[in-house]
Nanobody, 115 residues
Framework: QVQLVESGGGLVQAGGSLRLSCAPS????????MDWYRQAPGKQRELVATINSGGRTRYADFVEGRFTISRDNAKNTVYLQMDSLKPEDTAVYYCHTATFLREYWGQGTQVTVSS
C-alpha cells in the first residue's frame, strides 16, 4: 500500500516562508501529476498547486505568485515553497495524486501563520 509522506509544516510569522515536501513510501511509485491541497478550519479542501511529470505547473488564484511547486524526479519528491505567508494561509496542507485506479492522500501537515 503506497502512502504519501509529507513534512515541513510548522508555525511561522506573517511574511515568513516554509517548504513542504512529499514523497511516496514506495520509490517505484511515480505518478504523473501531483498536487498540494489545503483545508482551513470550517472550510472545504481546496487545490493550491499542481505539477505534472514534465514540470508543467498550475496555481490557485489566491497563491498570487507567492508559492512555487516543484518536483525532483530523481528523488521522487514534490515540494511546495511558500513565501510571503499570510495568516489566511493557515491550514492543513495535503499532498495528493491519482492513478486510473484510485486517489492517494498524505496525512496532512499543519501550517500556522501568526499575525
Amino acid at each position: 500500500q503506497v502512502q504519501l509522506v509529507e513534512s515541513g509544516g510548522g508555525l511561522v510569522q506573517a511574511g515568513g516562508s516554509l517548504r513542504l515536501s512529499c514523497a511516496p513510501s514506495r520509490s517505484t511509485f511515480s505518478p504523473n501529476a501531483m498536487d498540494w491541497y489545503r483545508q482551513a478550519p470550517g472550510k472545504q479542501r481546496e487545490l493550491v498547486a499542481t505539477i505534472n511529470s514534465g514540470g508543467r505547473t498550475r496555481y490557485a488564484d489566491f497563491v498570487e505568485g507567492r508559492f512555487t511547486i516543484s518536483r525532483d524526479n530523481a528523488k521522487n519528491t514534490v515540494y511546495l515553497q511558500m513565501d510571503s505567508l499570510k495568516p489566511e494561509d493557515t491550514a492543513v496542507y495535503y499532498c495528493h495524486t491519482a492513478t486510473f485506479l484510485r486517489e492517494y492522500w498524505g496525512q496532512g501537515t499543519q501550517v500556522t501563520v501568526s499575525s
